[in-house]
Nanobody, 127 residues
Framework: QVQLVESGGGLVQAGGSLRLSCAAS????????MGWFRQAPGKEREFVAA????????YYTDSVKGRFTISRDNTKVTVHLQMNSLKPEDTAVYYC????????????????????WGQGTQVTVSS
């Protein structure tokens, strides 16, 4: 059974940093794309970033380019999202998701294409 468990959310002031983690288990993810999505109150869930587990290619939505970095740790089977220069508009529940097995790249930005989801972690950025 696939499990994705997020951690690392919290409250931070604008300009600050947070590092989210997603611990994955239940299968081999080498042919998967791992994504981060977020959902702000009253808004639809939106794509943030993705990484191909094999090869480590990364992809970002424009609003986070240069501020967020997605990475993976093969040993710990964990995906990270380092978020720097945070803005109040980054406030949302952040979800980790897995799409695969897949050869699709660039990754899908549609949440319906991701098969597995974590429970979400709240990120709040105060102004």
């Amino acid at each position: 059974q696939v499990q994705l468990v997020e951690s690392g959310g919290g409250l931070v002031q604008a300009g600050g940093s947070l590092r989210l983690s997603c611990a994955a288990s239940g299968r081999t993810f080498s042919t998967y794309a791992m994504g981060w999505f977020r959902q702000a109150p009253g808004k639809e869930r939106e794509f943030v970033a993705a990484i191909r587990w094999s090869g480590g290619m990364t992809y970002y939505t424009d609003s986070v380019k240069g501020r967020f970095t997605i990475s993976r740790d093969n040993t710990k089977v964990t995906v990270h999202l380092q978020m720097n220069s945070l803005k109040p508009e980054d406030t949302a529940v952040y979800y980790c998701a897995a799409d695969g097995p897949t050869t699709r790249w660039p990754p899908s930005r549609r949440d319906q294409d991701y098969d597995y989801w974590g429970q979400g972690t709240q990120v709040t950025v105060s102004s």
